[in-house]
């Protein structure tokens, strides 16, 4: 009894509380695996997260097409400084579009066969600042040439994994609207980043300092992915067998009618048939036979162009591409000639340019998705030829040929430099929407192998661009700027004939093509 009371005398024996992980190391550790699984839907995600999603595909994917002419208005310093011969500094430019085109298709085969999307962003990122820190300490030309292939295999990898990543977030009748805004940030790069190359040359660093900030912004780039960006690999066949049941449920209903049912949402092409927000439950698929991964084949996306409806869809683009890229190579010194303008001025004419960019993935964002659903209501059927819709054929017809003639003659007879830079922005407004609409249609052609077959179309847009670098200035000088852009406008017009046999023929091409 004494020493039941002495007990409860005594205080009680305090514990220390158990250890609580803090948000912050937990956020920490969520990042830190290469291949998180993927558990819910992506097509689920809310607006906000895909606006993030896009926002940093677009910071990822403007890096090849900045680095790519933020150092343009520098190309003279650069042949002074590292007494280079001119053939050299050429191959700066000409090279790195070359990488762009071959490298993406790696990065696709990587991607689609581990199923990863997000760590490959984040290490070509790194990838893509180291290498911009060897250009900025270089002081052989040579050595330079060799990291700028470096840098464009780094910063590549956006172009392709990129759209995986839109096909695997959004439906089919919504992927117009996402490319738009993704295409905003692949195009704006390579004219943006003359303006920031004009003022960052006149610093002390002069030509290195455009490199400095390439390596700034990688490891932003890189930063910003492994905080924010998912893992959104989407397993179609797991994602899409799934069956919803809904809350209201007819108590009469046969089950031989459900079942028709079920198969009926099955069949339909349009992903978006099934409204999400009444699903209860799910019925899971039963398992698949396990069969063999097959092996790896990094040159699987190029073998896609082996398709004609694929290869006349990247030849559409390519062409828009290409036009605007060689426009860029021969302002520098066109504009200096011309106008006499030095390097920040140089940098500022690019600005017209990217207000037609602009503007073009505005337009063309709200236009193609609405345009798409029009045409298979009157149809009756969904077709993807439908997403080649009205808008692009102005833009491949008109703006792009009126602008490349406007832009040359201008500069032909020493006009008014405003209206070059106007003619220029015509160019870039009708590049974005047939750029736009042919790589949504490529992505919505071939299922499940977005990454793949952007890459294969990547890969014939960067070699036109490079065969038009290296081609643009010799023709400049031999028959000058006004015939130059004749030609270019030819290819425009010869694109836009590609382009209708896609439209009327691609159908039968792609059921030739086992699509």
């Known amino acids: 009894m004494e020493s039941q009371e002495k ?19 937990r956020f920490v550790r969520s990042r830190l695996p290469l291949k998180p699984a993927v558990d819910e839907d992506p097509r689920l995600l809310s607006n906000r997260t895909k606006g993030v999603i896009l926002g940093l595909l677009g910071l990822c994917a403007c890096t090849p097409g900045f680095s790519s002419t933020i150092y343009f208005p520098g190309l003279p310093m650069i042949t002074e400084g590292l007494n280079a011969p001119p053939i050299a500094t050429t191959l700066t430019a000409a090279l790195f579009v070359l990488f762009m085109g071959i490298a993406p298709g790696f990065w696709a085969s990587i991607s689609d066969h581990y199923h990863v999307r997000r760590c ?62 993704y295409f905003f940030g692949v195009f704006f790069g390579p004219l943006l980043g003359p303006i920031i190359g004009g003022f960052l040359i006149m610093s002390n660093d002069g030509w290195r300092a455009t490199f400095w900030f390439c390596v700034a912004l990688g490891l932003f780039a890189a930063l910003m992915v492994w905080m924010f960006l998912p893992e959104t690999y989407r397993d179609n066949a797991r994602f899409d067998l799934e069956l919803p049941q809904t809350q209201k449920s007819d108590p009469t209903t046969k089950p031989e009618k459900a079942v028709q049912d079920q198969d009926q949402d099955l069949n339909d092409n349009d992903d978006t048939s099934v409204d999400r927000a009444t699903v209860v439950s799910t019925t899971p698929p039963p398992p698949s036979p396990v069969t063999k991964k097959r092996r790896m084949n990094p040159f699987t996306p190029f073998l896609l162009l082996r398709h004609p409806f694929i290869l006349l869809a990247s030849l559409v683009g390519g062409v828009a591409f290409g036009s605007m890229f060689a426009v860029e190579t021969i302002i520098p010194s066109l504009f200096e000639q011309k106008y006499n303008f030095n390097s920040w001025q140089t940098g500022l004419s690019y600005l017209g340019a990217g207000v037609g ?14 345009l798409l659903l029009r045409a298979r209501k009157q149809r009756g059927r969904a077709m993807v030829e439908d997403r080649l819709t009205m808008n692009i054929w102005p833009c491949i017809v008109l703006f792009m040929p009126f602008g490349l003639l406007l832009f040359g003659w201008m500069l ?30 490529l992505v919505d052609a071939t299922p499940g192998i977005g ?34 852009t004749v030609l270019l406008a030819a290819l425009a017009w010869a694109a836009a004939i590609l382009l209708l046999i896609l439209k009327i023929y691609g159908e039968r091409l792609r059921h030739w093509s086992g699509y």
Request: net charge positive; glycine share 10%; proline share 4%.
């Open 120 to 181: 490959l962003l984040m290490f070509s990122m790194l990838i893509f600042a180291v290498a911009s820190l060897g250009s900025a300490v270089m002081t052989n030309i040579w050595g330079l040439v060799v990291l700028r292939c470096v840098q464009s295999i780094g910063s590549s990898c956006g172009q392709s994994v990129g759209a995986g990543v839109i096909a695997d977030c959004y439906p089919l009748e919504k992927r117009g609207a996402a490319f738009g805004k």
């Open 451 to 484: 990454a793949s077959v952007t890459a294969a179309a990547n890969f014939v847009r960067m070699l036109i661009a490079c065969a038009l670098t290296l081609a643009a200035n010799p023709m400049v000088a031999s028959i000058g700027p006004g015939y130059t």
């Open 357 to 370: 960019n602009l503007i073009g993935s505005l337009v063309g964002g709200k236009l193609s998705d609405r």
């Open 7 to 25: 007990g409860a005398d005594q205080p009680h024996q305090q514990y220390p509380p158990p250890r609580q992980t803090s948000a912050w190391r």
């Open 412 to 441: 032909e007879f020493n006009k008014s430099v405003w209206a070059a830079i106007i003619g220029f922005g015509c160019v870039t407004f009708g590049m974005n929407q047939i750029m736009s609409s042919t790589s949504a249609y």
